[in-house]
T-cell receptor
Framework: EPEVTQTPSHQVTQMGQEVILRCVPISNHLYFYWYRQILGQKVEFLVS????????KSEIFDDQFSVERPDGSNFTLKIRSTKLEDSAMYFC????????????FGQGTRLTVV | GNSVTQMEGPVTLSEEAFLTINCTYTATGYPSLFWYVQYPGEGLQLLLKATKADDKGSNKGFEATYRKETTSFHLEKGSVQVSDSAVYFCALSAKETSGSRLTFGEGTQLTVNP
């Protein structure tokens, strides 16, 4: 069964460092997403990506965040200068179409900023 | 804006008990409604969905009915099993106001004891 894979499963980084979270979406999917969940809080939308550009982003997704699809398979989230409050579980998701179709989620990357 | 509210957790039940997890929403337009489940150490998986009023989503013995008049989408199962222990998330997608992004509730931790 096709699945979304994320690496690494856990990343520890020092405050101020850059991190790149990686995702491999399902191969025939066209829409890609990043969500995050701070411990004890709701899962929050960060950004969606289609046709090699951002289609939507939330107020959380500020200038320190960027996304990229560097090749035909990977989808990355970069945080340029991490802050303590960026510590969270980050989920990648993909869907075949935009609306009313299932978004498939990866298992998440737990980011810890120290 | 759009929002989803789930009943406070955690919920602990004995095997074969009846489960209800309440979910209410606020949205403009006509949202699609979803229940996602997260098993320990795994990503979010779509459990069921409903795309219009009075639709009933069902899967693996779980059911939820889209009630527009009460803006609710409560999750039910007649007889839970130990293997149902997981975190359950109610979510909505409202194309008119928020594109393809999912708005999640807080999540409800369910523990089923043998």
């Amino acid at each position: 069964e096709p699945e979304v894979t994320q690496t690494p499963s856990h990343q520890v980084t020092q405050m101020g460092q850059e991190v790149i979270l990686r995702c491999v979406p399902i191969s025939n999917h066209l829409y890609f997403y990043w969500y995050r969940q701070i411990l004890g809080q709701k899962v929050e939308f960060l950004v969606s990506f289609y046709n090699n550009e951002i289609s939507e982003k939330s107020e959380i997704f500020d200038d320190q965040f960027s996304v990229e699809r560097p090749d035909g398979s990977n989808f990355t989230l970069k945080i340029r200068s991490t802050k303590l409050e960026d510590s969270a579980m980050y989920f990648c998701a993909s869907s075949e179409y935009r609306m009313n179709t299932e978004a498939f989620f990866g298992q998440g990357t737990r980011l810890t900023v120290v | 804006g759009n929002s989803v509210t789930q009943m406070e957790g955690p919920v602990t039940l004995s095997e074969e008990a009846f489960l209800t997890i309440n979910c209410t929403y606020t949205a403009t337009g006509y949202p699609s409604l979803f229940w996602y489940v997260q098993y320990p150490g795994e990503g979010l998986q779509l459990l069921l969905k409903a795309t219009k009023a009075d639709d009933k989503g069902s899967n693996k013995g779980f059911e939820a009915t889209y009630r527009k008049e009460t803006t609710s989408f409560h999750l039910e199962k007649g007889s839970v099993q130990v293997s149902d222990s997981a975190v359950y998330f109610c979510a909505l997608s409202a194309k008119e106001t928020s594109g393809s992004r999912l708005t999640f509730g807080e999540g409800t931790q369910l523990t089923v004891n043998p």
